[in-house]
């Protein structure tokens, strides 16, 4: 029997201890998430962490190093983000120089505007299940120096 999950990416993408976020709006208010997507068979992690943050944010990234997993389970969150098995990895990126972030011609449906949030003021609606986590996982970053490898 097989077990399906999705694997998502997400991209943490710091500028003077500000984190970028997109923003959405729908018939439930408005609410934050990071940019990325999910894999698609026969893409790597990195690669496909690249293709939605240029599709997101109309920039290119260096990917760095993997920060945090998480993992959500429907059966345990009471299918809150619904019935798919969810792996989600985050990691560090870096703009490439002279990128600015701004709404695609074509944004995801929903995506109302790019936001940076200072990293010890991020809104309580970003990745609800994760908030915590990724929180303390910025904070404890010695120096802040976050990004350190460049490919």
Avoid at 75 to 89: E, Q, V, W
Avoid at 124 to 137: F, G, K, T, V, W
Wanted: proline share 7%; charged share 30%.
């Amino acid at each position: 029997m097989a077990f399906p999950v999705r694997v998502g990416v997400k991209a943490l993408i710091i500028q003077d201890d500000q984190l970028l976020l997109v923003r959405y709006e729908n018939r439930k208010g408005i609410h934050y998430n990071l940019p990325g997507g999910g894999v698609r068979r026969g893409e790597s992690v990195r690669k496909c962490l690249k293709r939605e943050v240029f599709e997101e944010t109309n920039c290119k990234v260096d990917v760095g190093r993997l920060l945090l997993v998480g993992e959500y389970d429907p059966k345990k969150h009471r299918k809150f983000y619904g019935k798919i098995h969810k792996l989600t990895l985050f990691f560090l990126c870096e703009l490439k120089d002279g990128c600015q972030p701004s709404l695609p011609p074509k944004p995801d449906r929903n995506q109302t505007d790019l936001e940076w949030f200072p990293l010890d003021a991020l809104p309580d609606s970003l990745y609800p299940m994760y908030h915590n986590l990724l929180r303390e996982a910025l904070r404890s970053e010695p120096g802040r120096k976050i990004f350190t490898t460049k490919k």
